[in-house]
């Protein structure tokens, strides 16, 4: 039992043999079947363990001292503030420096070891020299290979930068996306024949046939990672190429941009990759982690001391490019990094600094491999984005028959495209933010997305843009249809006035409808219950029902007043005793602007009575009087006359409908016979009309001698008892004037002297004259 005790313990322990676990659980599964064996075996353990506790160090005492060990680490776990962070990181730094430093020097001491009288070298130069020559063979070959098929793709890559640049305004931004993606695929294509070609020379042509090298693989495999690097940089800094260029920058400073970051890659990258591993394995590990912490703090200074001498130059071409910015956070961002640009280009080349010192075996590949993603990202994003912008910055134009039969259609896809694709710009650079950060893992956006927060928001963002989208379409196809119906250059003719009112009303609840409908269902989408919204709608709905009764009768007389088309735009109406035009026709209430030009906002609940003066026709009913010893039908043939011209007329001739109607002799009035007439007339045209024959009636009643009479005074003296008047004493102000209507050779009279004669006139029967007394002064004030 003791034996198989043990033997049970260790089963958790990996064995080199196959089945060496076999005999412990089969001899346990018998001991356990015997029920004798099965007793012993509870005894002898209950032995064991009183045994342990008599022994010194009991169990307590180890679990404490284990706790009183362990103190120090769960306070230092549960002190994650960013102080005790940075400490920890800059104190791991600095000792894994000081480690490196001392392994060096015991590497150097071990690679020359003390001999019989001196020193000697342990190093192995015949085998450095074979692994030197072969390698020297390798990488001239591959470098060879691959400058021979970018000789022979160059010609493609002129030919295509020529096409970009000479082919027009019109697909510039199609001919520079494929130009820039074809050129990336060639690209690619050559580093990966030179990378295969490199491999097969390095297989069969170089050392062992059939065998690849552990060298080789690893220059190969640098040079496949560098060379993929390089071709992305080369997408965005083409030296050589105006048309494959996707930054708008000149070919110098393209040029200067793309040699640094080769020098720089190629240095890293070959050094970190292929010399560092070399050094590990030919001579010592420690003297290879001090190379590699020589490369990256060479490479520090060199790309810290690039970064600053360029960082006013790089400023100021941000701001530059963020003054013609088009939108307000882009303008604000590109400032940003114009400010603090080189601060974030010397932060990165420090991280990666302290990454090569505290995991000197894998930051550089993980860095590397972060680094290409980061270039591919921004590159796509920089492709689109600036794709976008290009068609955000092209206004669209229709033709001319469909401008004039829809006219607000080009204005509306100008103003909704741009601010859609504006959407879609801001949406590219949260991905490629994202995007970015997942590949320094600093968000695993795989993870996240799986989640369901992560799902539910990437599917209800998509959600919103598609309603929105088709909100948007909608509207600009309704709203495209009703001026269709309303523009009068469509072939169908002016609508009508009704046609106008019912379909303006019609774009405005249906620009309501869609905005509410939309935000509600938005609402939903983002999480919102909108229950509580829709019912606290209602019970706001029924409050402001109570509260606003007015504006209740309002609406819902506006609404029967259109049904039963009582009145549109442009008709001239009563409404509420206000007389006028109606200008503005809405669900509530009525613009009408009368005669002097004031404008009127009758609401509808005020209304009564609609009379409108534009329905099928107008009539003109004038009534003219004349004396009572003028002849009726003499006065209604004048009548009928004055008709005729103005039915002749070009200017009324066509708005009249009927014949004359002569109602006849409607009063005999206090001086005057009154005679009434009708012209019907087409709607809105009675009033002109009207005017037009009143001037005529006067022009013919004028020459005919009908006298259209006009009221009269009569001053009467009195009389005394024998039927006497005495004359009229009157004294005369004005000044003598001239009188036309004498005959014709006779002298003119003057007023002075005709109201002489007139006023010693006497008003009395025929009888002898009455010798009368000159009055007094009294009787002449009396007078």
Same mark, same amino acid.
């Given at each position: 039992?003791?034996?198989?005790?043990?033997?049970?313990?260790?089963?958790?322990?990996?064995?080199?043999?196959?089945?060496?676990?076999?005999?412990?659980? $089969?001899?346990?599964?018998?001991?356990?079947?015997?029920?004798?064996?099965?007793?012993?075996?509870?005894?002898?353990?209950?032995?064991?363990?009183?045994?342990?506790?008599?022994?010194?160090?009991?169990?307590?005492?180890?679990?404490?001292?284990?706790?009183?060990?362990?103190?120090?680490?769960?306070?230092?776990?549960?002190?994650?503030?960013?102080?005790?962070?940075?400490?920890?990181?800059?104190?791991?730094?600095? &000792?894994?420096?000081?480690?490196?430093?001392?392994? +060096?020097?015991g590497a150097l001491g071990a690679?020359?070891?003390?001999?019989?009288?001196?020193?000697?070298?342990?190093?192995?130069?015949?085998?450095?020299?074979?692994?030197?020559?072969?390698?020297?063979?390798?990488?001239?070959?591959?470098?060879?290979?691959?400058?021979?098929?970018?000789?022979?793709?160059?010609?493609?890559? %002129?030919?295509?930068?020529?096409?970009?640049?000479?082919?027009?305004?019109?697909?510039?931004?199609?001919?520079?996306?494929?130009?820039?993606? +074809?050129?990336?695929?060639?690209?690619?294509?050559?580093?990966?024949?030179?990378?295969? &070609?490199?491999?097969?020379?390095?297989?069969?042509?170089?050392?062992?046939?059939?065998?690849?090298?552990?060298?080789?693989?690893?220059?190969?495999?640098?040079?496949?990672?560098?060379?993929?690097?390089?071709?992305?940089? #080369?997408?965005?800094?083409?030296?050589?190429?105006?048309?494959?260029?996707?930054?708008?920058?000149?070919?110098?400073?393209?040029?200067?941009? %793309?040699?640094?970051?080769?020098?720089?890659?190629?240095?890293?990258?070959?050094?970190?990759?292929?010399?560092?591993?070399?050094?590990?394995?030919?001579?010592?590990?420690?003297?290879?982690?001090?190379?590699?912490?020589?490369?990256?703090?060479?490479?520090?200074?060199? !790309? @810290?001391?690039?970064?600053?001498?360029?960082?006013?130059?790089?400023?100021?071409?941000?701001?530059?490019?963020?003054?013609?910015?088009?939108?307000?956070?882009?303008?604000?961002?590109? #400032? +940003?990094?114009?400010?603090?640009?080189?601060?974030?280009?010397?932060?990165?080349?420090?991280v990666v600094l302290v990454l090569?010192?505290?995991?000197?075996?894998?930051?550089?590949?993980?860095? /590397?491999?972060?680094?290409?993603?980061?270039?591919?990202?921004? &590159?796509?994003?920089? +492709?689109?984005?600036? /794709?976008? @912008?290009?068609?955000?910055?092209?206004?669209?134009?229709?033709?001319?028959?469909?401008?004039?039969?829809?006219?607000?259609?080009?204005? #509306?896809?100008?103003?909704?495209?741009?601010?859609?694709?504006?959407?879609?710009? @801001?949406?590219?650079?949260?991905?490629?933010?994202?995007?970015?950060?997942?590949?320094?893992?600093?968000?695993?956006?795989?993870?996240?997305?799986?989640? =369901?927060?992560?799902?539910?928001?990437?599917?209800?963002?998509?959600?919103?843009?598609?309603?929105?989208?088709?909100?948007?379409?909608?509207?600009?196809?309704?709203? $495209?249809?009703?001026?269709?119906?309303?523009?009068?250059?469509?072939?169908?003719?002016?609508?009508?006035?009704?046609?106008?009112?019912?379909?303006?009303?019609?774009?405005?609840?249906?620009?309501? @409808?869609?905005?509410?409908?939309?935000?509600?269902?938005?609402?939903?989408?983002?999480?919102?219950?909108?229950?509580?919204?829709?019912?606290?709608?209602?019970?706001?709905?029924?409050?402001?029902?109570?509260?606003?009764?007015?504006?209740?009768? =309002?609406?819902?007389?506006?609404?029967?007043?259109?049904?039963?088309?009582?009145?549109?735009?442009?008709?001239?109406?009563?409404?509420?005793?206000?007389?006028?035009? !109606?200008?503005r026709l809405s669900i509530r209430?009525?613009?009408?602007?009368?005669?002097? &030009?004031?404008?009127?906002?009758?609401?509808?609940?005020?209304?009564?009575?609609?009379? %409108?003066?534009?329905?099928?026709?107008? %009539?003109?009913?004038?009534?003219?009087?004349?004396?009572?010893?003028?002849?009726? =039908?003499?006065?209604?043939?004048?009548?009928?006359?004055?008709?005729?011209?103005?039915?002749?007329?070009?200017?009324?001739?066509?708005?009249?409908?009927?014949?004359?109607?002569?109602?006849?002799?409607?009063?005999?009035? *206090?001086?005057?016979?009154?005679?009434?007439?009708?012209?019907?007339?087409?709607?809105?045209?009675?009033?002109?009309?009207?005017?037009?024959?009143?001037?005529?009636?006067?022009?013919?009643?004028?020459?005919?001698?009908?006298?259209?009479?006009?009221?009269?005074?009569?001053?009467?003296?009195?009389?005394?008892? =024998?039927?006497?008047?005495?004359?009229?004493?009157? #004294?005369?102000?004005?000044?003598?004037?001239?009188?036309?209507?004498?005959?014709?050779?006779?002298?003119?009279?003057?007023?002075?002297?005709?109201?002489?004669?007139?006023?010693?006139?006497?008003?009395?029967?025929?009888?002898?004259?009455?010798?009368?007394?000159?009055?007094?002064? *009294?009787?002449?004030?009396?007078?």
């Amino acid at each position: 039992m003791l034996i198989v005790l043990p033997a049970f313990a260790q089963q958790s322990e990996p064995s080199q043999e196959p089945n060496a676990n076999t005999p412990a659980y $089969s001899t346990l599964a018998d001991l356990l079947e015997n029920e004798a064996s099965r007793q012993r075996l509870i005894e002898e353990l209950r032995s064991l363990a009183s045994n342990q506790q008599g022994e010194p160090g009991t169990t307590a005492e180890a679990s404490q001292a284990s706790n009183a060990e362990q103190t120090p680490e769960k306070q230092d776990a549960q002190d994650t503030s960013l102080a005790r962070r940075l400490a920890d990181t800059t104190s791991s730094v600095a &000792g894994e420096m000081s480690s490196q430093f001392k392994n +060096l020097a015991g590497a150097l001491g071990a690679l020359i070891a003390p001999a019989s009288g001196g020193f000697t070298s342990n190093i192995d130069m015949a085998n450095i020299s074979r692994v030197a020559l072969n390698m020297a063979l390798v990488i001239a070959a591959t470098f060879v290979l691959f400058f021979i098929l970018r000789g022979v793709a160059r010609p493609l890559f %002129n030919r295509v930068s020529h096409w970009t640049q000479h082919g027009g305004d019109r697909s510039t931004l199609l001919r520079t996306t494929a130009a820039v993606v +074809l050129a990336a695929a060639v690209d690619v294509i050559v580093v990966a024949l030179a990378y295969l &070609g490199g491999n097969l020379i390095a297989t069969f042509a170089v050392g062992e046939s059939g065998a690849l090298s552990t060298q080789a693989s690893l220059f190969l495999n640098a040079f496949l990672i560098i060379e993929l690097i390089k071709a992305a940089i #080369r997408v965005l800094f083409a030296s050589r190429h105006e048309g494959l260029r996707l930054l708008p920058i000149d070919a110098q400073e393209a040029d200067h941009w %793309n040699r640094w970051l080769a020098v720089l890659i190629g240095s890293v990258g070959y050094g970190m990759l292929v010399a560092v591993p070399l050094v590990n394995a030919n001579l010592s590990l420690p003297l290879g982690h001090a190379l590699g912490l020589a490369i990256m703090l060479l490479a520090f200074i060199y !790309a @810290t001391a690039f970064v600053l001498k360029n960082r006013l130059k790089v400023r100021a071409a941000l701001e530059k490019k963020a003054a013609n910015a088009s939108m307000g956070v882009s303008s604000l961002a590109l #400032r +940003l990094i114009a400010r603090l640009w080189h601060l974030l280009a010397i932060a990165y080349f420090l991280v990666v600094l302290v990454l090569s010192i505290v995991h000197p075996e894998d930051a550089l590949p993980s860095v /590397m491999l972060a680094t290409l993603q980061t270039l591919i990202i921004v &590159g796509v994003g920089l +492709l689109l984005s600036g /794709m976008l @912008t290009q068609v955000i910055g092209k206004r669209i134009t229709l033709s001319a028959d469909w401008r004039r039969k829809l006219p607000k259609l080009e204005a #509306r896809l100008n103003a909704y495209i741009p601010t859609f694709l504006k959407v879609i710009r @801001t949406l590219i650079l949260i991905a490629v933010v994202m995007l970015v950060f997942n590949a320094w893992g600093l968000f695993d956006l795989a993870a996240w997305y799986a989640t =369901d927060a992560g799902y539910n928001t990437i599917s209800k963002l998509i959600d919103i843009i598609l309603i929105l989208a088709v909100a948007a379409a909608l509207w600009i196809i309704l709203a $495209s249809l009703i001026e269709h119906r309303l523009n009068a250059d469509t072939g169908r003719g002016e609508p009508t006035a009704r046609a106008k009112t019912l379909l303006s009303l019609f774009r405005n609840a249906l620009a309501i @409808t869609l905005i509410t409908m939309t935000g509600m269902i938005v609402l939903a989408e983002i999480g919102i219950n909108i229950g509580p919204l829709i019912a606290g709608a209602g019970v706001l709905g029924l409050a402001i029902g109570f509260g606003a009764q007015k504006l209740v009768q =309002d609406i819902i007389t506006g609404v029967f007043i259109q049904i039963e088309n009582a009145m549109n735009t442009g008709d001239v109406v009563t409404v509420g005793g206000i007389t006028g035009t !109606a200008e503005r026709l809405s669900i509530r209430s009525v613009g009408i602007r009368d005669l002097s &030009g004031t404008y009127h906002i009758v609401p509808f609940s005020s209304v009564d009575t609609v009379s %409108n003066y534009m329905r099928e026709f107008g %009539n003109h009913v004038g009534e003219y009087g004349i004396a009572y010893r003028e002849s009726i =039908d003499d006065a209604i043939v004048q009548l009928e006359q004055a008709f005729e011209e103005l039915k002749a007329s070009e200017e009324h001739g066509y708005k009249l409908l009927e014949p004359l109607s002569v109602a006849g002799v409607i009063a005999l009035a *206090d001086s005057s016979v009154n005679i009434r007439v009708i012209i019907k007339t087409t709607p809105g045209d009675q009033w002109a009309v009207g005017r037009a024959y009143n001037r005529l009636v006067k022009k013919y009643f004028d020459a005919a001698g009908i006298e259209i009479p006009f009221p009269h005074t009569t001053l009467y003296f009195g009389q005394d008892k =024998d039927g006497l008047a005495p004359p009229a004493n009157l #004294r005369i102000m004005q000044q003598d004037f001239p009188i036309d209507n004498s005959p014709a050779g006779q002298p003119r009279e003057t007023a002075h002297s005709r109201l002489v004669e007139e006023s010693s006139t006497q008003h009395e029967p025929a009888t002898p004259p009455k010798k009368h007394t000159q009055p007094d002064r *009294d009787n002449d004030e009396n007078t």
